[in-house]
């Protein structure tokens, strides 16, 4: 890892700069990288960090940036649009090449270019933050608790305040509606619908199924042919969504209303501010399944997930830098189960708390 050169893309967005700081914490010097020269100027004169300008739709400008680089943080999202140039150019110039997308489309796209990576002795990891980490590393471990699992169950609670770019994915996910996996193959279902209550290990909360990057990654990683992913909201916001999704989906589907949301983001979502991102918590169930109805389930807690996304996505870098995967790979597939459990302030059950089996 000693003397690797790596960059951030996006390294003026919200995450990004979460990012930047962790990775100067820890005595790395990324070189930072985005589209705008106005905006990334002043955050490498506040770092003294180098910098480099590439735009996703000039390749050449990508090829030029990634020059003596070892390996791309793409922090610039939504990913649906940034997601494959740089994979390409990463390809092409043989550099690792990692986000922290949780978009399906662009977990299928990063999935499809394995053969190439192979070729290229280069990894690909999409998803090294909050999504997937956390979730991948624990479909993993309940997964090797059954044997022929046929369903798996994932959920999330605590995500309570969106980030700018996050705010921005998920208006351009809701017109696509929901989405699940049966049968090995991804199904369209109806956002709203499929709510239920789970136990996380800091109460019951109302959980609905929302198409997050796990129906992807959990699959490479596992094998389960049918996954079910669920994020927790209050239950009238599930009533809202039962009764508003479709008339959402519509509205969203049309370019000016998008452009008009996200307007309202740019002026109005900033994201958790530092205080919050240090109080917060996040909770992770996952359950696993066989036709017979033998079941294994466990729990993480971790910290606020932008934290998380922060502290997460540069100890995985570390872990690529030292460890040179080849391929495309979820982290669980390339780190294990347990590569979590490294991470700052995360704890697994294998019970809920209380009945004294915390790991
Ligand atoms: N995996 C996770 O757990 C996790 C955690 C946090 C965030 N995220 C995801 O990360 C993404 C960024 O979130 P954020 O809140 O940090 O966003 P943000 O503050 O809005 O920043 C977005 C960054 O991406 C750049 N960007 C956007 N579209 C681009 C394009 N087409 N070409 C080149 N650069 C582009 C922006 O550049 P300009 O400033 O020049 O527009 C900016 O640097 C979102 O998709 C979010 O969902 C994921």
Redesign the pocket.
């Known amino acids: 890892m000693a003397g690797s050169k790596w960059l951030i893309?996006?390294?003026?967005?919200?995450?990004?700069?979460?990012v930047v700081e962790e990775a100067l914490k820890r005595g790395h010097r990324p070189v930072i990288a985005?589209?705008?020269e106005k905006?990334?100027k002043p955050v490498a004169e506040r770092t003294g960090l180098d910098f480099v300008i590439a735009?996703?739709?000039d390749a050449a400008s990508l090829k030029n940036a990634l020059t003596g680089v070892d390996l791309v943080f793409n922090?610039?999202?939504?990913?649906i649009?940034?997601s494959d140039p740089v994979i390409r150019a990463c390809l092409e110039c043989g550099v690792h090449y990692t986000?922290?997308?949780?978009?399906v489309p662009v977990f299928h796209n990063t999935f499809s270019h394995d053969k190439e990576a192979m070729q290229k002795g280069i990894v690909l990891m999409s998803?090294?933050?909050?999504?997937?980490i956390p979730t991948d590393c624990l479909a993993k471990y309940v997964a090797e608790r059954v044997s022929r699992a046929s369903e798996l169950e994932i959920a999330f609670a605590g995500l309570t305040e969106?980030?700018?770019?996050?705010?921005?994915?998920?208006i351009e996910m809701i017109p696509n509606g929901g989405l699940v996996r049966k049968n090995g193959e991804l199904v369209r279902s109806q956002l709203g619908k499929g709510a239920k209550k789970i136990e996380f290990t800091a109460g019951t909360y109302s959980v609905m199924p929302i198409p997050w990057?796990d129906l992807e990654t959990a699959y490479h990683t596992t094998g389960i042919p049918n996954i079910t992913t669920y994020i927790s909201y209050p239950g009238y916001i599930i009533s809202i969504f039962n009764a508003g999704a479709p008339l959402a989906q519509k509205l969203l589907s049309v370019k000016a209303v998008q452009q008009f949301a996200k307007k309202f983001?740019?002026m109005f979502i900033h994201?958790p501010d530092a205080e919050k991102r240090s109080k917060g918590r996040s909770y992770i169930w996952v359950q696993a399944r066989d036709i017979k109805g033998k079941e294994a389930h466990a729990w993480l807690e971790i910290p606020d997930?932008?934290r998380?996304?922060a502290v997460a996505s540069v100890t995985a870098i570390e872990k690529i830098l030292e460890l040179r995967p080849k391929g495309a790979l979820t982290p669980a597939m390339a780190f294990g189960a347990d590569f979590v459990l490294g991470i700052e302030g995360v704890k697994r059950y294998d019970k809920l708390p209380g009945r004294h089996d915390k790991q």
Do not use: C
Not at 75 to 79: C, E, L, M, S, V
Not at 99 to 103: A, K
């Open positions: 893309y996006g390294a003026n967005g919200y995450t990004g700069a979460l985005g589209r705008s905006k990334i735009d996703t739709n922090a610039a999202g939504p990913f649009h940034t986000d922290i997308t949780g978009e998803g090294i933050g909050f999504d997937v969106t980030s700018p770019g996050t705010t921005k994915t998920m990057g983001v740019d994201g997930t932008y998380f996304t």
